[in-house]
């Protein structure tokens, strides 16, 4: 079975899930792995309308997506996507695609500014949102549609 980290999103093949005394952890980060639960009365994913986000940063483009369910973004080399700047945390936020929804959940000191199209904008300091349609956030300060420090995202429902 794969899971996908819920902290660092690293995707980790673990045996189907029995009677372990030991939890599955993690292969990046050793945080412990929780298996998907699907709730009562729920759609499953294949029956839902599936989606994909573009982020776009300058010359990186990353895409989120059921395949690829969670995007880190800060200062450091090891996020998916990054954003050198001094207001800018080494591990800042991060987007899960959840339940047909994109999160974006900032983790910083400085918070994110998001600004969804047709939205009123907002920051976030150590709180989470969804994304909905496209728009743009900064992270760590406020940022303008034409602002090199601006990151787009755009969500692309599949037929």
């Not at 045996?15 to 709730?39: H, M, S, Y």
């Amino acid at each position: 079975m794969i899971i996908f980290c819920e902290e660092c999103g690293a995707r980790n093949v673990v045996e189907t899930p029995g009677d372990e005394e030991v939890p599955a952890r993690c292969i990046n980060c050793k945080t412990i792995l929780r298996p998907p639960v699907p709730a009562a009365g729920t759609v499953s994913i294949s029956q839902k309308r599936r989606s994909r986000m573009e982020l776009r940063f300058r010359e990186q483009l990353v895409e989120i997506s059921q395949s690829r369910p969670s995007v880190t973004m800060g200062r450091q080399s090891h996020n998916n996507l990054v954003v050198e700047d001094s207001r800018v945390s080494r591990s800042h936020a991060r987007i899960v695609y959840r339940q047909d929804q994109f999160i974006l959940i900032d983790h910083s000191t400085n918070g994110t500014y998001v600004f969804i199209k047709g939205e009123k904008g907002m920051n976030l300091k150590q709180q989470e949102t969804p994304l909905i349609g496209s728009g743009i956030f900064g992270l760590g300060r406020k940022v303008a549609p034409d602002s090199p420090e601006a990151i787009h995202f755009n969500i692309i429902p599949d037929s």
